[in-house]
């Protein structure tokens, strides 16, 4: 697979450099290029096509709904273990309505929303030259969806299950319906944003800001941050009601447990994660910092550049009093708030401390945003405003586009493959994931009806766990743990109310799938209250251990000893 991602890509770049001067024109060609691009961008997300913890914690809600459980990850419970509330109602819905497997639609809603994302970067782009007066250039928009298909973070979390690739997609369509002057649209889209995830607070109040400087300036009626809100609003209240009445609280429990703590050592997690971010995407980052250099240098266009003429005079000639064309200033602030919102986006990473999945979940909207916005600036700035009988000059500029933005897409997709924290990472994550719900079926299978199971891993448990009861000993899904335990590193504990309180029957104390050796040494936060089993998977050289309650260790031992694939191995004396 990383061959033939490779192979899309060089296809890609060649018909991309080899067919530049005619994209622009031949219509053809440009659906023929973004064809390649959309399949360049299917298959690196196919590469990685790993399911996330945090989305099989989702499919568990999902299912739950579907069974007519409600929303909630243990049956009777209701704990807002999830922060993707309009992630979770899109994927449920085919499983309540025609059956569908939830695994299977979340994966192929993601891949659809990559895809669209990869397709809305072009056309975002396209919108901004065009918004900014200046003649049509169709191939800079395919120039971006290259890079965005080539865009790392989107292609680990396309095909993963969970919300990321439509949280890129709906941030850049906040950007299009404000290019094309629609506010309460906008506030519509910042809503599923802020439904989506967490941090489309962000994009929500930097929109806002934007609308409401625009009506200062005289850009917009002060109607539209006013649409704007309303836009928003009309979700964002039922919603926020909804919640505060079912959960009866505000904050869900994933957040409660990872805003704990002080902020110096949320700050001191958040550095190196976003060290990290810029480290392996130092092309996307180059890019955007040129791109702004160039915007902030570089005045606007005159009136008379974008059409008008003095009278007496010809195209392109100053008129006496020429002042910048509104629109033209009005897509130079929508170009700024992309920066803004890819700026606002890093910094809320560093301040709620990074996060613990591979391929920096938090930061994957960042290179998608810095493409487009990149490619917009040079399609504002480059562009020949100049009425001219003449076919445009093919500058050497021009011609170095499609070169540097191929050349940077090919960065990103080595990248992608050599980076430890990307392809490396993804696999291990993936190998653990599924190992952990091989333990999780068996304990499911085996275990007595009604069993109380503790783990740090719930959603891979849970994945082919049926029905039992979960503890999220790191407060994801429980309340208490989240809103009342002792908060370390971005995650919350409270053992003495996991082993007295919840009383589960059996502890899963690994959260990183087999061991290669037999431990029967207990975790000192289990020891009294339960008991070392270990059991070997018939076949492999690999191990788990469990922790069956003191009191009903020899009947659970019995039971889960009767599975074929595990067998149980006592401790030596």
Known sequence: MVYAVVVAWLVVAAVVVLTWHRLDADRGWRAFVLTLTLGLSLLHQLLFATVTEDALVTFRYAQNIADGNGPVFNPGERVEGYTNFLWLVL???????????????????GVLAALGTV??????????????????????G????????????????????????????????????????????????????????????????????????????EKHSWWAPVGYALGALVFLIPRLAWRATFYQHFLPAPLAAKLGGPLSAHVAAGWPYLAGFALAHQGFLLLGLVAAVALLLRRPETASRLGRVAPGGRAGEPVAGDTPSGTALETRALLWLLFAIA????????????????????????????????????????????????????????????????????????VSVFSPEMLDRVRNWHAHGSELAEIGGWLGDYLPPGSVVSAAAPGALAAHGGQLLIIDVLGRTDDHIAREGRHVGGVAIDYDYVVNGRRPTVAVPADGGYDDRQHCAIDPV????????????????????????????????????????????????
């Open 343 to 414: 700026a606002g986006l890093a910094v809320g990473a560093v301040l709620i401390g990074g996060d613990p999945g591979p391929s920096w979940r938090l930061l994957a909207p960042v290179p998608p945003l810095l493409a487009v916005a990149a490619a917009g600036v040079y399609g504002v700035l480059a562009a020949d405003l100049v009425a001219k009988p003449s076919p445009r000059p093919k500058t050497l500029a021009s011609r170095l586009v499609p070169v540097v933005a191929c050349g940077l897409a090919g960065i990103a997709v080595f």
């Open 142 to 217: 395919v120039a971006a969806a290259v890079l965005t298909a080539s865009a790392g973070g989107l292609a680990v979390y396309g095909a993963s299950g969970s919300e990321v690739p439509l949280f890129v997609l709906l941030i850049l369509a906040v950007g299009y319906a404000l290019a094309a002057r629609r506010p309460v649209v906008a506030g519509v889209l910042v809503a599923f944003v802020v439904m989506t995830s967490p941090e489309g607070l962000v994009v929500a109040v930097l929109a806002g800001l934007w609308l409401v400087g625009a009506a200062v300036k």
């Open 526 to 573: 289990y020891a009294g209250k339960y008991e070392v089993a270990t059991f070997r998977r018939v076949g492999t050289p690999y191990w788990v251990s469990v922790y069956p309650r003191a009191e009903q260790a020899e009947s659970l031992v019995a039971d889960l000893d009767k599975g074929p694939d595990f067998r149980y191995v006592p401790c030596p004396s």
């Open 119 to 140: 397709l809305l970067a072009c056309f975002l782009v396209n919108r901004l030259v065009v918004a900014a007066g200046a003649q049509p250039r169709p191939a800079i």
């Open 91 to 109: 994927i449920a819905l085919p499983r309540a309505a025609f059956g569908a497997d939830i695994r299977t639609a979340a994966v192929v809603l």
